[in-house]
């Protein structure tokens, strides 16, 4: 009769600790979550001081970044993709990069690598335009204790559409030759 209750106190005991660690997995680890943060930052901080050089060191030598016009391989041709760009006489500034909360995920059981997604928000600028807001979606695969980014993907996100132009009264004159009037 004891052994029947103590093992229907450890089966209830186990019934509510199951549910607490399965939702502490999706908890990521603080210590590697401020290595992503910090990892995020030095990346961030060579876009905003344009140095192409300093932004393709984040990467790994055969790392990926996978842009809204197509992939790029390879450090060399990243840091290649950026110092064109800076040439050109585009420029960001106030870049932010910040996690998903729950990320970043490890990959595999040797536990150095990891995934990880989040939002990005930078103000852009070319020769001719700017500057104006851009913000996005990004996801990374980084390696390695100094967390190289191995791929690198993000997208732009639309700015939101324009509101319609006002529809002019039935009775507005023509604005000029050709001007249509609803209604006609």
Not at 113 to 131: F, L, N, V, Y
Request: glycine share 8%.
């Amino acid at each position: 009769m004891k052994t029947r209750l103590v093992f229907a106190l450890a089966g209830l005991a186990i019934s509510f600790a199951l549910p607490t660690f399965a939702q502490q997995t999706n908890k990521p680890d603080p210590q590697l979550r401020h290595k992503l943060v910090a990892a995020i930052k030095k990346h961030t901080d060579a876009l905003d001081k344009d140095d192409a050089a300093a932004v393709a060191a984040n990467f790994t030598e055969d790392g990926i970044l996978v842009t809204p016009g197509g992939p790029i391989s390879g450090r060399e041709a990243i840091e290649k993709h950026y110092a064109d760009d800076f040439k050109q006489g585009f420029h960001s500034s106030n870049n932010i990069a910040t996690p998903d909360e729950d990320s970043p995920h490890i990959i595999g059981t040797p536990g150095n690598e990891m995934w990880a997604t989040g939002r990005w928000s930078a103000t852009i600028q070319g020769k001719d335009w700017g500057p104006i807001p851009a913000t996005g979606y990004w996801s990374v695969i980084r390696e390695g204790d100094d967390l190289k980014i191995q791929m690198l993907a993000f997208n732009v996100t639309p700015p939101p559409a324009a509101a319609p132009a006002a529809t002019p009264s039935p009775t507005a004159s023509p604005s000029g030759p050709g001007s249509i009037i609803c209604g006609q």
